[in-house]
């Protein structure tokens, strides 16, 4: 390693992103030692009384390690210490060792915190102050360096300490044992993914269910635009009352929940659910997630906050085509001034009718346009049309309106009568029991009068009108339409 020059009292006192570094922890040390051979660092070491167990300290622009003679667990009020000793940090990496029985080369990251007793460092029911954009920048770009190895990279379930932390800070390990603990690759890869953080404004979900390694939450964090603060897993869960969700929440920063339906507890499912809509959030499914991929958290909050006045429990649609244009506002994902979210009404029965003639028909038309709908439950389309401009909205209503009925004349006789603004859609049946009553035998005459000729019975024509029975629809319309 090349001479490291020495650091100067001023350059100490800038706020940095801080590497928390073990001179007891094989994987730390394997760290600190790429990161130092990766830059030109200034080091130092620390004389005060405030943090005993500092015993050096290199600094490189907006980074810092600090080296300590203690393992990190026990790490609580560190930056206190690091801040009374004229080190302030605006970020917490702990680089460490991932220790597990199967030996898996895997590496990792995580929050810090304690669901009940604390056996392993902190204190017990606390959770520390959670980096949710660091944790993402982390995993992803380990995921990237890691794809030509052998190394897995996953995100863990929130454990250990130390908990008693108001500085954001994340955990980011090499597992699983000694081997991996001295393995320069897995070295490399970690300090690399420290040099290149990225914090990147996305959402942030506090997250329920799974494993503790959490695949379905991992997968989320890699595959779409949001990012986890603490999450829990399933032998956790019993655990959490309200004041300790509430606390997750409040330490994460976080924008809604997630649960891993398919592998969490009924029970605790609904129990926690009541929750977190006691607590005045969300839970949302993947296919919600993946649906406001890329577009403002703000913007989707606004349009689910709408969605749920007119559909609670409706499922949100975003169309290719609004996605694009809130793009092209460049509008950041938090505290930002999102446009406001327009909502305009088409006729609930009008809709409905249509759809159930050409669903596909409906659907291909509103994905057409710049909007955002909604689809209940039962998977039909709600009433409700959403823009982030009056006029836009307004347009797309009376335009879906005129299709509706369209679609409808394919498939009705249509008699609108316009002072009364009602619809009335005229549908033509065959009906047996009238042909019986006229004699006509089932078999291949109702054949042919179905299809439009006429029969003859006993010397008696029989035509397809004499058999046909008119079936009428009154639809009730708000709005006038152009017919």
């Known amino acids: 390693m090349t001479d490291i020059p020495t650091l100067n009292s001023q350059q100490a006192g800038e706020p940095k992103i801080t590497i928390i570094c073990s001179t007891l922890d094989m994987a730390s040390q394997n760290i600190k030692n790429h990161l130092l051979s990766m830059r030109k660092w200034v080091h130092t070491g620390c004389t005060c009384s405030v943090c005993p167990d500092v015993c050096s300290i290199y600094e490189f622009e907006n980074f810092r390690i600090v080296e300590v003679d203690n393992y990190h667990l026990y790490q609580d009020g560190i930056d206190e210490k690091l801040i009374n000793c004229g080190l302030p940090t605006k970020l917490i990496i702990f680089a460490s060792k991932h220790k597990s029985k199967d030996g898996r080369k895997l590496l990792t990251a995580h929050f810090t915190g304690n669901v009940r007793d604390a056996d392993f460092g902190g204190r017990p029911q606390e959770f520390a102050k959670a980096a949710p954009h660091a944790l993402r920048s982390l995993l992803k770009t380990m995921q990237v360096l890691a794809k030509n190895t052998d190394y897995n990279v996953s995100m863990e379930s929130t454990h250990h300490g130390p908990t008693h932390l108001h500085i954001p800070s994340v955990y980011v390990e090499i597992g699983s044992g000694e081997t991996q603990w001295n393995d320069s690759i897995p070295g490399a890869i970690v300090a690399n993914a420290i040099m290149s953080l990225d914090l990147e404004e996305v959402p942030v979900a506090l997250g329920f269910g799974g494993g503790h390694y959490a695949p379905r939450q991992s997968k989320l964090l890699f595959e779409t635009g949001v990012t986890f603060g603490h999450n829990f897993s399933n032998y956790q869960l019993q655990y959490l009352d309200k004041d300790l969700i509430k606390q997750a929440f409040d330490n994460s920063d976080a924008d809604f929940v997630y649960f891993d339906r398919k592998s969490m507890p009924a029970r605790e499912r609904d129990r926690i659910g009541k929750i977190v809509e006691e607590l005045g959030s969300e839970v949302l499914r993947e296919g919600d997630i993946r649906e406001m991929d890329g577009i403002p958290w703000e913007f989707c909050k606004q349009v689910r906050q709408k969605a749920n006045e007119f559909c609670p429990g409706g499922r949100t649609k975003l169309t290719d085509g609004i996605k694009s244009e809130v793009k092209m506002?460049?509008?950041?994902?938090?505290?930002?001034?999102?446009?406001?979210?327009?909502?305009?009404?088409?006729?609930?029965?009008?809709?409905?009718?249509?759809?159930?003639?050409?669903?596909?028909?409906?659907?291909a038309f509103l994905d057409s346009y710049n909007i955002a709908y909604l689809e209940r439950s039962n998977g039909t389309v709600a009433h409700v049309i959403f823009s982030i401009d009056d006029e836009c909205a307004r347009f797309v209503v009376q335009k879906l309106t005129n299709e509706c009925i369209k679609i409808l004349k394919g498939h009705y006789e249509i008699k609108y009568i316009p002072d009364e603004n009602v619809l009335y859609l005229i549908d033509k049946k065959f009906n047996p029991e009238l042909a019986r009553e006229l004699g006509v035998p089932p078999g291949p005459m109702f054949g042919e009068l179905t299809g439009g000729k006429a029969v003859t019975v006993n010397g008696k024509s029989i035509t397809p009108e004499m058999v046909y029975q008119s079936n009428r629809k009154k639809i009730i319309l708000t709005n006038k339409i152009n017919f």
């Open 329 to 363: 506002l460049d509008l950041p994902c938090r505290g930002c001034r999102c446009p406001k979210v327009r909502a305009s009404r088409i006729d609930r029965e009008l809709l409905q009718e249509a759809e159930i003639v050409d669903k596909e028909r409906v659907r």
